[in-house]
């Protein structure tokens, strides 16, 4: 992702009114790779001259004792397109039950604690442990494609994580083009 910050600890992700091209490449855009049973790393799109900036990084997910057992800690990453990633608003009653009544911001219908994206650069924030929850909810009769989730789901695999349907169960990406409409 040309946009993601470099740094794992830069939050960030709306570029600031200062920002070009020209003056952050040293400091957004990262390439990640995972392999089935290599781990996951991340790179810097435009290396730099310094070798701490420009190396290969492996990633985790965020560890499970990492929120310290405190659930209503977990942070979201949602898509921009409400209608697309969550039609039905299942995403902000789960937030609701996890941090509690006042999750929601009234004045934009968003998860307060969430970051805001398209792109499978979702799976990278999850992967670098940037947040902790991604759902995708699209509306009913709806059959995602397999390439919009299959390298996202060795991604986080490899960086300590799980991708399932909402029933828990672990997804086949091996029926064609499209996922079997059973995954819910």
């Given at each position: 992702?040309?946009?993601?910050?470099?740094?794992?600890?830069?939050?960030?992700?709306?570029?600031?009114?200062?920002?070009?091209?020209?003056?952050?490449?040293?400091?957004?855009?990262?390439?990640?790779?995972?392999?089935?049973?290599?781990?996951?790393?991340?790179?810097?799109?435009?290396?730099?001259?310094?070798?701490?900036?420009?190396?290969?990084?492996?990633?985790?997910?965020?560890?499970?004792?990492?929120?310290?057992?405190d659930v209503e800690k977990a942070r979201f990453c949602v898509g921009v397109?409400?209608?697309i990633a969550d039609a039905q608003g299942?995403?902000?009653?789960?937030?609701?039950?996890?941090?509690?009544?006042?999750?929601?911001?009234?004045?934009?219908?968003?998860?307060?604690?969430?970051?805001?994206?398209?792109?499978?650069?979702?799976?990278?924030?999850?992967?670098?442990?940037?947040?902790?929850?991604?759902?995708?909810?699209?509306?009913?009769?709806?059959?995602?494609?397999?390439?919009?989730?299959?390298?996202?789901?060795?991604?986080?695999?490899?960086?300590?994580?799980?991708?399932?349907?909402?029933?828990?169960?672990?997804?086949?990406?091996?029926?064609?083009?499209?996922?079997?409409?059973?995954?819910?």
């Open positions: 992702c040309p946009n993601l910050p470099v740094s794992t600890n830069d939050d960030q992700y709306e570029w600031t009114d200062d920002e070009t091209g020209e003056n952050n490449h040293h400091s957004r855009g990262c390439i990640f790779v995972a392999s089935k049973g290599g781990g996951c790393f991340q790179l810097p799109l435009f290396p730099s001259e310094d070798e701490e900036e420009s190396s290969c990084r492996r990633v985790r997910v965020t560890r499970k004792d990492g929120l310290e057992g397109e409400k209608a299942y995403a902000n009653a789960i937030a609701k039950s996890l941090h509690g009544p006042d999750a929601i911001d009234p004045t934009t219908d968003s998860i307060i604690q969430s970051t805001k994206m398209d792109s499978q650069a979702k799976y990278a924030v999850l992967a670098r442990a940037g947040a902790e929850i991604y759902l995708r909810l699209p509306k009913p009769g709806y059959v995602e494609w397999i390439w919009d989730h299959a390298a996202g789901n060795v991604v986080i695999t490899e960086a300590g994580g799980q991708m399932t349907d909402v029933d828990g169960n672990e997804i086949d990406f091996s029926l064609g083009a499209k996922l079997s409409p059973n995954v819910r």
